[in-house]
């Protein structure tokens, strides 16, 4: 991949253009992080709005239709759904294990086969996620195994 920055001229807006033969879901991502300008995450906690670096979130769960990020310290809200932070986030590095868990690959400490095909994840702080049969594959892929 070749990267190309100019700079632009006195009045002129600030423009990406992206040259590929298709659009993956990598570079979709990425285009979408462009768009929305998110650096940082919007989380919610007692009555408070809490600005975090994407890379402090442990993983993300939704319960009764309302997502939770988990840090190491802390449990905050977010008003995102799953599948928006699913496609805001980087692929490289949150990877959707179940069907209410998204996690922070660079947050696992270990990787286990469990029950029923499943592959059981034990986060930095000990908290098990699991990998559902749905999504292993993506993982497997991921992780180069």
Do not use: H
């Amino acid at each position: 991949m070749k990267i190309t920055i100019l700079e632009k001229n006195a009045g002129e807006e600030d423009e990406l253009i992206v040259k590929c033969d298709y659009l993956d879901e990598s570079m979709t991502r990425l285009i979408n992080q462009f768009k929305t300008g998110k650096g940082k995450l919007r989380l919610y906690k007692d009555a408070k709005i809490i600005l975090t670096e994407p890379s402090d979130v442990l993983y993300f769960e939704s319960v009764d239709d309302t997502v939770f990020a988990y840090t190491k310290d802390s449990v905050y809200e977010t008003k995102s759904k799953l599948y928006q932070l699913e496609s805001e986030l980087p692929a490289n590095v949150f990877f959707r294990a179940n069907k209410a868990v998204i996690v922070n690959l660079d947050k696992i400490d270990s990787l286990a086969p469990v029950f029923g095909g499943r592959f059981e994840a034990v986060l930095e702080n000990g908290y098990k996620v699991m990998i559902s049969r749905n999504y292993l594959n993506a993982l497997k892929e991921f992780l180069g195994l």
